[in-house]
């Protein structure tokens, strides 16, 4: 759990405004999770990550004042590039980041609440199914789609996942859970507080790859 306890999000502000470097900060380790889970087949959702957060921070890092939240982000660019926005720059870019840290939490979340397969309890094939399918699946045609159900077949059982997610220091699964449970709390608010605002400005695109 080490993996994801070391950089915790921050708190949401009563406003609700997302500094745009402290989230990229926190963000940045998380494309290592996807080594946890075993399978070359989820490295395409580790780099689009990993591009994403890359080519937000190249806009952040043009006029940090200018770019310091989330929410100011989406405004400028909405006002930059006119009729081409939202399918453009960092406000295209966080709209797919989301989407891969949806997935992260959608996955923890339903390890935490105990979701298995009952005739397979240490097998997180479930957990990523379901992760995959509210994050994902809509934004993939059907080729992309029939690779990711093929990798789901590949997750490694729940043991070896959260061994690897606690960077091989020996601690209890309910330990494990419980500093995930921890990560969710402001994770799961940021991620939700995204989403909410690309529905509020009307920026959500739902083309598939």
């Given at each position: 759990m080490a993996l994801l306890a070391e950089h915790l999000l921050k708190p949401l502000p009563a406003d609700k405004q997302i500094e745009t470097g402290p989230f990229l900060e926190a963000v940045s380790h998380l494309p290592p999770f996807f080594d946890c889970l075993g399978s070359p087949v989820f490295t395409p959702i580790?780099?689009?990550?990993?591009?994403?957060?890359?080519?937000?921070?190249?806009?952040?890092?043009?006029?940090?004042?200018?770019?310091?939240?989330?929410?100011?982000?989406?405004?400028?660019?909405?006002?930059?590039?006119?009729?081409?926005?939202?399918?453009?720059?960092?406000?295209?870019?966080?709209?797919w980041l989301k989407r891969g840290l949806r997935f992260i939490q959608v996955?923890?979340?339903?390890?935490?609440?105990?979701?298995?397969?009952?005739?397979?309890?240490?097998?997180?094939?479930?957990?990523?199914?379901?992760?995959?399918?509210?994050?994902?699946?809509?934004?993939?045609?059907?080729i992309v789609q029939k690779i990711f159900q093929a990798a789901l077949y590949a997750a490694p059982y729940k043991s070896d996942f959260l061994k690897a997610l606690s960077k091989g220091q020996n601690?209890?699964?309910?330990?494990?859970?419980?500093?995930i449970r921890l990560f969710l709390v402001n994770y799961t608010a940021t991620i939700?507080?995204?989403?909410?605002?690309?529905t509020q400005m009307n920026a959500e695109l739902n083309y598939k790859v």
């Open positions: 580790k780099a689009d990550i990993s591009g994403n957060i890359t080519k937000i921070k190249a806009v952040y890092d043009t006029n940090p004042a200018k770019f310091r939240t989330l929410q100011n982000i989406l405004e400028v660019e909405k006002e930059m590039y006119g009729a081409e926005w939202p399918k453009v720059g960092a406000t295209l870019a966080l709209m996955f923890l979340q339903s390890i935490c609440d105990g979701e298995r397969d009952e005739n397979h309890p240490n097998l997180i094939r479930v957990n990523a199914t379901k992760a995959y399918e509210m994050a994902l699946k809509k934004y993939h045609g059907w601690v209890t699964e309910e330990e494990c859970l419980e500093k939700d507080v995204i989403y909410e605002m690309y």
